[in-house]
């Protein structure tokens, strides 16, 4: 029997800048409009496309938001409407591929520099080297 997927599992899908370019276009036509940015998890804009609907003012900008999205870099389109994706398997990916032992002690050599930016033995220009140095070794 088929069934149709669940809107939840549908809106925590990576967001395509195609299909928000063609949801753009619908709105560009279709006597409302403001879909693209519900679908790009936007639902303040949405609903004012939405009460805006009787005037051409959504229809204008969803024709160039369609544009946009469409000559938008695929990066760019990711980095602004699909941030949270990559986050999560660059965390899954930097757990699965660190040893704990190593950032156990990388963590203890940042105390010990903290607390001596803190007596001021160094200055905070030395400590912020250093702890990037230190951090620079996790990854």
């Known amino acids: 029997m088929w069934r149709s997927p669940s809107w939840n599992g549908i809106l925590s899908q990576p967001k395509d800048r195609k299909v928000a370019s063609l ?39 969803c024709g160039i938001e369609a544009i946009w999205y469409l000559f938008q870099d695929a990066t760019e389109f990711d980095s602004r409407f699909n941030s949270e994706i990559p986050s999560t398997s660059i965390a899954a990916t930097f757990a699965s591929n660190v040893d704990p032992a190593k950032i156990s002690a990388i963590t203890d050599a940042v105390r010990q520099l903290d607390q001596l930016r803190i007596d001021g033995l160094i200055s905070e220009y030395e400590f912020e080297q250093k702890r990037r140095k230190l951090l620079d070794q996790i990854g």
């Open 23 to 61: 949801l753009a276009l619908a709105g560009m036509i279709a006597p409302i409009s403001g879909f693209h940015k519900f679908y790009l998890k936007q639902p303040f804009w949405g609903t004012l496309y939405l009460m805006l609907s009787w005037t051409p003012i959504p229809r204008i900008a």
